[in-house]
T-cell receptor, first 115, second 109 residues
Framework: EAGVAQSPRYKIIEKRQSVAFWCNPI?????LYWYQQILGQGPKLLIQ????????DSQLPKDRFSAERLKGVDSTLKIQPAKLEDSAVYLC?????????????FGPGTRLTVL | AQRVTQPEKLLSVFKGAPVELKCNYS??????LFWYVQYSRQRLQLLLR??SRESIKGFTADLNKGETSFHLKKPFAQEEDSAMYYC???????????FGTGTQLKVEL
């Protein structure tokens, strides 16, 4: 079974630029998560999708971050405009149900550096 | 508010020595806790969950509600145990994990 795919793996941009990340979950997984992991911290949930609907986006900075999962499969996370403090690894994860107890499968992450 | 604390950023032990990675939590509800692990150049993955009361790769963790702790233990460390370990607390009705800051375990020969 193929794992969660993310691209790009690395991205370097200047502050105030825009950036987008892509995630392809495990086939058949209806639940998709985006996490932000700042250096020295644990992953922090940004947004959770169930199919193409948002379940939880309470920690998403909506003034600059947006995410979509239009067809209930792939997802994109966008930052516009980026700030220095957005430098982090962005992790995508998927699961077969919204219940985390069933297990989440993580992608390799995208490392973003904002200069 | 929910909170997970892992007081050690780095824990270094010798091969064959016992390991204890500390995790304390703060949560007003009924806690469910997990340990996740990330080996070098690999993805973050679930190691174990307290509700299963399982032993994975020789690791165990017992939930102590009195001390609000969920420490990860292994009697004899192996070189392949070197990794980053995250403790996580389940909240939001079962669909949200709050992670600690992680502990880097280094097993030396």
């Amino acid at each position: 079974e193929a794992g969660v795919a993310q691209s790009p793996r690395y991205k370097i941009i200047e502050k105030r630029q825009s950036v987008a990340f892509w995630c392809n979950p495990i086939s058949g997984h209806a639940t998709l998560y985006w996490y932000q992991q700042i250096l020295g911290q644990g992953p922090k949930l940004l947004i959770q999708f169930q199919n193409n609907g948002v379940v939880d986006d309470s920690q998403l900075p909506k003034d600059r971050f947006s995410a979509e999962r239009l067809k209930g499969v792939d997802s994109t996370l966008k930052i516009q405009p980026a700030k220095l403090e957005d430098s982090a690894v962005y992790l995508c994860a998927s699961s077969s149900t919204p219940d985390v107890r069933a297990g989440q499968f993580f992608g390799p992450g995208t490392r973003l550096t904002v200069l | 508010a929910q909170r997970v604390t892992q007081p050690e950023k780095l824990l270094s032990v010798f091969k064959g020595a016992p390991v204890e990675l500390k995790c304390n939590y703060s949560y007003s509800g009924s806690p469910e806790l997990f340990w996740y692990v990330q080996y070098s150049r690999q993805r973050l993955q679930l190691l174990l969950r307290h509700i299963s009361r399982e032993s994975i790769k020789g690791f165990t963790a017992d939930l102590n509600k009195g001390e609000t702790s969920f420490h990860l233990k292994k009697p004899f460390a192996q070189e392949e145990d070197s990794a980053m370990y995250y403790c996580a607390l389940l909240t939001g009705g079962g669909n949200k994990l709050t992670f600690g800051t992680g502990t880097q375990l280094k097993v030396e020969l």
